[in-house]
């Protein structure tokens, strides 16, 4: 299994927003709503952002939204803070019965 | 609520096999209808999904690493395990333990395994 593609890196001002696209095939995102983001500062655990494309678990800022169009994942944030700067991974269910991940963003607040 | 914690050994030899336990506390594994995960992120890399395990013992692995992986459930002891065979150097990572249910959440810190002589 092949992993989802995201962009390299991604930047914003503070107070702008950002998108980042996490796009796979019609064997994983295209066909399963089983979409999620993790936020990963380095030497922490991942944190879930957003799950079954668009949900927010209890406790993540309304800032972070999730939405799904085809093969094509995307996370938006809106109104950028300087917390917000972190890896971020998107990860997809597959139709063998297993979990791909992209190979991560670099969010850079400028 | 439910917290997870990897351990086992920090350094594998190579060709030898690295073993690692999730111990899940704050919850019974056997409740909820969840998977558990591993998970590994090698160093400047992104992360990779291992493989599950069902408490019943049912399993599925990431075909690339399906012929070394092995992964166990213990219920008695709230405990799930990771066995990677013949291990090289691209088996350094630092692993992680996750409940899986349409996503990971929440996971453990994180222990890192390097493969070195």
């Known amino acids: 299994q092949s992993a989802l593609t995201q962009p390299a890196s991604v930047s914003g001002s503070p107070g702008q927003s950002i998108t980042i696209s996490c796009t796979g095939t019609?064997?994983?995102?295209?066909?399963?709503?089983?979409v999620s983001w993790y936020q990963h500062h380095p030497g922490k655990a991942p944190k879930l952002m957003i799950y079954d494309v668009s949900k927010r678990p209890s406790g993540v800022s309304n800032r972070f939204s999730g939405s799904k169009s085809g093969n094509t994942a995307s996370l938006t944030i809106s109104g950028l803070q300087a917390e917000d700067e972190a890896d971020y991974y998107c990860s997809s269910y597959t139709s063998s019965s297993t979990w791909v991940f992209g190979g991560g963003t670099k969010l850079t607040v400028l | 609520q439910v917290q997870l914690q990897e351990s086992g050994p920090g350094l594998v030899k190579p060709s030898q096999t690295l073993s690692l336990t999730c111990t899940v506390s704050g919850g019974s594994i056997s409740s909820g209808g969840y998977y558990w995960s591993w998970i590994r992120q090698p160093a400047g890399k992104g992360l990779e999904w291992i493989g599950r395990i069902y408490t019943t013992g049912g399993t599925n692995y990431n075909p690339s690493l399906k012929s070394r992986v092995t992964i166990s459930v213990d219920t008695s002891k709230n405990q799930f395990s990771l066995k990677l065979s013949s291990v090289t150097a691209a088996d350094t990572a630092v692993y992680y333990c996750?409940?899986?249910?349409?996503?990971?959440?929440?996971w453990g810190q994180g222990t890192l395994v390097t493969v070195s002589s």
């Open positions: 019609s064997s994983d995102v295209g066909v399963y709503n089983y």
């Open positions: 996750a409940r899986e249910g349409t996503s990971f959440d929440p």
